[in-house]
């Protein structure tokens, strides 16, 4: 069924969105309403609205969508997911033409991949977040000399008690390791 919304609608592209994407075959619902833009608190700093996006996707341009900043703009509030009137899953569509963009080398002018790469490397240790440690790594093998501007929003994260100096590792990380273990497993599969 996937393979014949691409081949009705001729895109290629369409067919991989609908495939990376839980639920993704209610694309093809999309009605061109605008609520996901217009719902979008980033959206005036995104090259193209979600709904732009989906135009895109149907006409098989796929290196336009993913060379984009659209889905990099996309701050996974879910507010266009609540409000389309077709219960298309556009934050999630966003993360698949992050992954899709990624995987082929097509996320440029962003620092999302290597800040998603520092993230996940302290999840995986940790189990969580360690901000010091994800700004100072992120900075310091990214962007060294920005690392000076971002000193004073460090500090008074600090001094206001959202910044630990040290990692705290979760309890049962044995159990989170397992379950990342698997989830690549899978990925791999597909």
């Not at 000076?148 to 989170?176: E, N, W």
Request: charged content about 25%; glycine content about 6%.
């Amino acid at each position: 069924m996937i393979t014949q919304h691409a081949e009705m609608r001729g895109s290629a592209f369409l067919d991989e969105v609908i495939e990376a994407t839980p639920g993704g075959e209610r694309i093809v619902h999309c009605l061109q309403c605008g609520s996901c833009g217009g719902s979008c608190p980033n959206g005036a700093d995104m090259q193209y609205t979600p709904r732009t996006i989906f135009a895109m996707i149907n006409a098989d341009k796929r290196e336009d969508v993913l060379t984009s900043n659209t889905m990099w703009c996309c701050v996974s509030c879910y507010f266009c997911t609540t409000r389309c009137p077709q219960q298309i899953p556009i934050t999630d569509i966003m993360y698949s033409l992050k992954r899709l963009a990624i995987r082929d080398g097509l996320a440029r002018d962003t620092d999302a991949p290597a800040l998603a790469k520092t993230f996940t490397d302290y999840v995986e240790k940790y189990g969580r977040s360690f901000e010091l440690g994800l700004a100072s790594r992120f900075y310091l093998l990214n962007k060294p000399f920005a690392m000076v501007k971002m000193a004073p929003m460090g500090l008074s994260m600090f001094t206001k008690g959202r910044m630990a100096l040290r990692p705290h590792k979760i309890k049962k990380l044995d159990q989170l390791t397992a379950i990342i273990k698997k989830a690549r497993e899978i990925g791999e599969k597909s």
